[in-house]
């Protein structure tokens, strides 16, 4: 039993030490909240897209020039090194919407191979 909760403990602790010193994604993540729905956009990604790509970078440039104390360093987006943005990426976090849908998609199945049933059992006699 203490050999267990020893390999359990040093299980955690290469976990807990792994994390820290590995660079990751989400190291580097921003996670926005209440963003406009779909229809805001007429279901277009890339409209809200470009509009966050912009607003990121006129923050940036805003801190930027506050960090240097400076209009005249304000980032050149083509050229600069220090900052850079990767991508702009969707996805939900509340997934309470797809599991109903995928509860709904089951039902749906599941009526249907009923339906068959009935309709070969009707045809049958």
């Not at 990751?24 to 229809?39: A, H, V, Y």
């Not at 006129?58 to 240097?68: A, E, H, L, T």
């Amino acid at each position: 039993m203490f050999f267990t909760f020893f390999l359990e403990r040093r299980q955690r602790e290469y976990a807990e030490n792994f994390e820290q010193q590995t660079i990751t994604m989400s190291d580097f993540t921003l996670e926005l909240t209440n963003l406009p729905r779909d229809g805001f956009f007429n279901g277009k990604e890339q409209v809200l897209r470009t509009i966050l790509w912009d607003q990121f970078e006129q923050v940036i440039d805003d801190q930027y020039k506050i960090k240097w104390n400076d209009e005249s360093r304000a980032i050149d987006f083509g050229r600069q090194e220090e900052y850079n943005i990767v991508d702009i990426t969707f996805a939900k976090t509340d997934t309470g919407d797809s599991i109903l849908l995928d509860q709904m998609n089951k039902l749906r199945i599941q009526k249907n191979k009923i339906s068959n049933r009935l309709d070969k059992a009707k045809t049958a006699k």
